[in-house]
């Protein structure tokens, strides 16, 4: 079958050497989010509205390292446009096109407009350029928090939390008026560190000293030629200009063949399928954690929403990768600011399973925090970039109180109960002082469960864990020094790491097997040793209180 698969390729291979015209540059757009890997759309999209997977970093090194065995292409156009890929998927960028660059290929990236985010996708290329007329926005960073207890109060509602910590701050934009002192805390400390790593990385792509780039920052917007007269660019010149530009120096023919992927991509060989008996399956985390299936949302945390990784939908591709003979090891790519502590544990359980029988390493994208951190505890090693945002590692309930609002719109209610806590989670009147005790308790019992599973996959002891713990979020290169991820690395590197503990030969270009949940339920296999008390005892809480108990973060980092 192999060598039919092969022989056919050849025969298309064939063809397009044949019909294949000079190719000296190869245009790429770059723009959306960058996610690790994407979706293809179902066919009939396809086929009918011509739809497409949106660029994933994985494509993006597959199609570079097609570029790099061409002989012929001398290197790549990246048009930078619309671009809102996270720090970490920036990075990711920058590794695979110092990759390709290192093979001898040339990578010049060309910005119509430039904010913070594209100029730092740019700072991976040879050069950097804009139209004349443009303005170059690197303006820094900046997050704005925003607190709605006084607006809801207007209308009636008020949210009472309870968290583990001020730090644990996810329920302050309902709960508070204005920002903590520990919440400023944190993110004053977050975002010196990204501001950091801007200067260090704008400085070694321009060869400027660090204290030269922060003055420039402060100057900007820059007029795209002011920004070329001190360097922060190679060129101001409009796009009829580029292939004058790309065809400087010596050896250049008279006229540019700069092509289209999309064109490129018809002509370029194909490359033979290798026999592969194991495979390192992939499992993606993505978006909020849920109880169900993965899904789309249009509500914003904490309410759970925009894309939600359902629990039951990871563990299935989970149980899949667990019972595959062809899987050698699962990397499990977690890019989620958490969600829902029940669904966390259940994920975390399964996967606590899975790496008892077969080697599992984390890949942690542009935020694997709180909830997002739990399920990544049991993996046998775990990397995240420099830029990923973690830890986290905290509880937090939300109540919603509506009785104000009740009133305020004349809804009588009559209440009949029996139980001290029946009205625990009814939004029609405040927590009684016995149903926040009890409320509290619930949330310190996970909470506790939670540092149990940190403590026992990371090995860390009470001592280490409880200063860097209570919702305290560090970047991935903290998080190394802290001891709560292994390695700073890639997607790349994670894959590498579970070839090499699955006893695989090394090889960047192996392909992938990624899982997913299947049209038959998979049923869990005998866990080794039997299940702990405090296990059950976590599971039902989670039970109990439901979506209401979150493991989430509250907010992210990006410049505006």
Request: aromatic residues 6%.
């Amino acid at each position: 079958m192999l060598f039919l698969t092969n022989l056919v390729l050849g025969m298309r291979n064939l063809g397009r050497r044949l019909r294949r015209r000079r190719i000296d540059w190869v245009r790429m757009d770059l723009a959306g989010a960058l996610p690790e890997l994407a979706d293809e759309p179902p066919w009939w999209q396809r086929r009918i509205a011509g739809a497409a997977a949106p660029l994933s970093l994985q494509a993006l090194r597959r199609r570079l390292e097609r570029l790099a065995d061409d002989g012929q292409i001398r290197g790549v156009l990246l048009v930078v446009r619309d671009l809102s890929a996270g720090w970490a998927a920036i990075e990711g960028l920058h590794e695979a096109l110092r990759t390709f660059r290192d093979t001898g290929k040339r990578v010049v990236a060309y910005l119509p407009t430039a904010d913070t985010r594209a100029y730092m996708a740019a700072c991976g290329a040879d050069a950097i350029l804009m139209p004349p007329t443009s303005y170059l926005n690197l303006v820094g960073l900046r997050v704005e928090a925003t607190f709605l207890a006084d607006a809801l109060r207007l209308v009636g509602l008020e949210a009472e939390v309870i968290a583990v910590s001020p730090y644990k701050s996810g329920g302050d934009q309902l709960a508070r008026a204005s920002i903590s002192p520990e919440g400023r805390e944190q993110l004053e400390r977050l975002v010196d560190d990204r501001f950091a790593r801007l200067v260090a990385t704008v400085a070694a792509a321009r060869g400027m000293s660090p204290s030269v780039v922060r003055a420039l920052v402060d100057r900007a917007p820059l007029l795209a030629t002011d920004a070329r007269d001190v360097r922060l660019l190679d060129a101001a010149l409009y796009e009829d200009e580029l292939e004058g530009y790309l065809g400087q120096g010596a050896g250049s023919p008279a006229k540019l063949a700069i092509i289209q992927w999309s064109r490129a991509a018809r002509v370029l060989p194909l490359p033979l399928a290798r026999r592969q008996r194991r495979y390192v399956g992939v499992v993606r985390v993505e978006g909020a954690i849920a109880q169900g299936a993965s899904r789309r949302s249009p509500l914003p945390l904490p309410l759970i929403g925009g894309s939600i990784a359902g629990a039951d939908s990871v563990i299935q591709a989970l149980r899949q990768a667990e019972a595959s003979d062809r899987v050698g090891a699962v990397v499990l790519h977690i890019d989620s600011p958490g969600g829902d502590a029940f669904a966390s544990d259940l994920i975390w359980r399964e996967a606590l399973r899975l790496g008892r029988r077969k080697p599992l390493v984390v890949s942690m994208g542009d935020v694997a925090a709180s909830g997002g951190y739990y399920i990544a505890a049991p993996a046998r090693a775990i990397f995240a970039r420099p830029a990923t945002l973690t830890g986290s590692i905290g509880v937090y309930s939300l109540r919603p109180n509506a009785a104000a609002l009740l009133e305020r719109v004349q809804v009588g209610t009559a209440v009949v109960s029996r139980g001290a806590n029946s009205g625990l989670f009814s939004p029609s009147e405040p927590l009684s002082d016995g149903e926040r005790a009890t409320l509290r308790r619930f949330v310190f019992e996970i909470y506790d469960a939670f540092k149990d599973r940190v403590r026992s996959g990371r090995g860390l002891s009470d001592e280490q864990l409880e200063p860097i713990a209570g919702g305290r979020v560090w970047t991935g290169r903290e998080a190394a020094q802290l001891g709560l991820v292994d390695d700073l690395g890639g997607f790349t590197a994670a894959v590498a790491r579970a070839r090499s503990l699955a006893d695989l030969p090394p090889d960047p270009r192996a392909p992938i097997l990624v899982l997913r949940s299947g049209r038959s339920p998979v049923p869990p296999q005998p866990f080794p040793p039997p299940q702990q008390p405090a296990d059950l005892l976590s599971a039902l809480l989670g039970e109990a209180l439901q979506t209401r108990t979150l493991a989430a973060l509250p907010w992210v980092l990006r410049e505006l």
